[in-house]
């Protein structure tokens, strides 16, 4: 197991010096694949999401493939259809993208709720039913979809029931100034977020290695006191004033199972109270509805959720 947690360390550094100044955020996504939780990436366009996905397919050997989603895509476009063959009078499956290892959702929030249903669909259940037949997808099926912020005209936001099947929301920031300088420099010296350069990586890990830990992260010990602790900040969710919905159940097992995968990625086999702070805010961001007042208030669920870890006294 020390080999592969040195094989994801050097993912991350590999990643850094693609996507620049991203250190964080590189670390949340590892979690989230080891957890086997799917992801939204959220932010401007321009700060290298779709880069850093195609960045860590290649250096884990995935498959990977991305849909540019508008809203005149259909759920056959993503699921696939059958195919009527003349020759042999038969019905073939034309697989679509979904069908792949690493699946980038372009601008999720830009697709009809039809087609958004669909993709959740296989999410939830790993598997595609058309006509009456179940497909399975691959045992390393995961999703990360990203969206725009700042554009609300022509989008379909995910509703509070689709959001709560992502693990975790993360927010793409603007690099800091040393980092984009970085950026510069690379560009300058000749390097283009283009296959051809991003083919030259390479992969430090593969879809077997990330199963087999997975496996792993499922025998990462908790202890009794730190499941008290996770269960204290799930009900403080739903009894917090400042909020309309709190975490579901669904999520308190997720955040248990992504605690678990940030304790064993940063070298330790048990979780502490440290593994349940780190991916309380990805994980929480967007499953928190904020009430009309807090949000009259400026509050945001980041403030709520800092509040809410300050509240609840950490288990010695």
């Excluded at 020390?2 to 550094?13: D, H, K, P, T, Y």
């Excluded at 957890?35 to 779709?50: F, M, N, Q, R, S």
């Excluded at 372009?106 to 669909?118: I, S």
């Excluded at 199963?211 to 499922?218: D, F, G, I, P």
Aim: charged share 20%; hydrophobic share 45%.
């Amino acid at each position: 197991m020390n080999e592969l947690q040195a094989s994801f360390s050097r993912i991350g550094q590999a990643v850094s010096q693609v996507v620049v100044g991203q250190p964080v955020l590189v670390d949340q996504l590892l979690v989230a694949l080891l957890a086997g939780g799917h992801v939204i990436l959220e932010g401007v366009p321009g700060t290298g999401k779709t880069l850093l996905v195609k960045v860590i397919s290649q250096l884990l050997q995935a498959d990977f493939c991305r849909v540019q989603l508008t809203p005149d895509i259909l759920p056959s476009d993503i699921l696939g259809t059958n195919v009527f063959d003349l020759n042999d009078k038969t019905f073939t499956l034309k697989k679509g993208p979904v069908f792949t290892q690493v699946l980038l959702a372009d601008e999720v929030n830009r697709t009809p709720p039809k087609t958004q249903a669909a993709l959740l669909e296989a999410m939830e259940e790993q598997q595609v039913s058309l006509d009456g037949t179940t497909y399975p997808l691959p045992d390393l099926f995961w999703v990360v979809a990203t969206q725009n912020p700042l554009e609300f005209e022509g989008t379909y936001p995910l509703p509070e029931a689709q959001l709560d099947r992502f693990l975790f929301k993360l927010v793409v920031d603007y690099p800091s100034l040393e980092a984009e300088k970085q950026m510069l420099l690379n560009a300058q010296a000749g390097f283009e977020a283009k296959r051809s350069h991003l083919s030259q990586l390479n992969p430090v890990a593969t879809a077997t290695d990330i199963l087999n830990v997975r496996q792993a992260v499922k025998k990462v010990t908790v202890q009794e006191l730190i499941l008290d602790y996770l269960l204290t900040l799930i009900q403080k969710t739903r009894q917090h004033p400042d909020l309309e919905i709190g975490t579901s159940p669904r999520a308190a097992v997720q955040w248990l199972r992504a605690s678990k995968a940030y304790a064993w990625l940063h070298g330790q086999d048990y979780v502490s109270p440290d593994s349940v702070k780190a991916v309380a805010a990805p994980l929480l961001r967007h499953r928190l509805l904020l009430g009309a007042e807090a949000q009259l208030d400026g509050l945001t669920t980041d403030d709520v959720i800092r509040g809410l870890l300050e509240s609840v006294p950490v288990p010695r």
